[in-house]
């Protein structure tokens, strides 16, 4: 995984680390969709994941999951579902495709309850899914998100 930023503070609130199937379930899907979502990603053949979340001084935050699957197709799956999901909330933001990692992101500038806006981004490299989220006071970062998931990407694929 990309290491902290000079500076960071990793999230103590939020579990950081690997995940097995009940865990990853818990952390990474609203409550409502968990029991829907948990023989979806057996059937993509999931075999774990691990996220990794801090702080930074400015304010903002970011967080990074690794989800790998036992086949690529897995992933692809599993990024196919992301990025559609995310095509359809018009609402919630703005989605783009990110080319330089192959991927797709979205962009949203409605503050949550600490104030701060988001973007995320989704790529695949093989049999794994990179999953990244930054969120910035007030204004969505989406240079930040692109930097991260390239960066992360690039650790993945050498």
Known sequence: MVPYPSGARPWTQNKTGAFGLSDF?????????????????????FTGAARHGWFTADGSQ?????????TDSGAQS???GLSNSWKEEASS??????????????????????G?????????????????ITFAPATPDKAAAEALIKQQVGRISG
Request: aromatic residues 12%; charged residues 15%.
């Open 25 to 45: 379930i818990g952390s990474f899907y609203l409550a409502s969709a968990q029991a829907q979502e948990t023989p979806i990603v057996q059937r993509r053949g």
């Open 62 to 70: 970011a967080e990074v999951w690794l989800v790998d699957f036992s």
């Open 78 to 80: 599993m990024y196919l």
């Open 93 to 114: 933001g703005v989605s783009y495709q990110d080319t330089a990692v192959n991927g797709m992101g979205m962009s949203n500038p409605t503050l949550d309850s600490q």
């Open 116 to 132: 701060n806006a988001w973007v995320k981004e989704a790529a695949r490299v093989g049999r794994t899914l990179v999953y990244v």
